[in-house]
């Protein structure tokens, strides 16, 4: 009977406490995620930027191409006018 509720409450709950005799009150709010979710979030982080910068590269040289394509036009058209 010097474990019951009623006991502890009396002021033994220090000393129950100290002996680790106590459980820890149960966790509050989320859980914790664990270093495996939190690098499978950064990854996919990750990812996600690699693809959009993966996306402005192709537009950039797609666009380099059709300019140079453009300019070789050009530069044939100066070349015959000039003649």
């Given at each position: 009977m010097s474990s019951s509720p009623v006991v502890l409450a009396g002021g033994d709950w220090r000393r129950a406490r100290d002996a680790g005799e106590l459980a820890a009150p149960p966790a509050r709010g989320r859980p914790q995620r664990d270093?495996?979710?939190?690098?499978?979030?950064r990854l996919e982080r990750e990812r996600k930027r690699l693809e959009q910068e993966l996306a402005t590269a192709r537009l950039v040289m797609e666009t380099q191409a059709r300019l140079q394509a453009l300019?070789?036009?050009l530069s044939e058209s100066a070349d015959t006018e000039t003649r």
């Open positions: 270093a495996r979710d939190e690098q499978i979030a300019l070789e036009k």
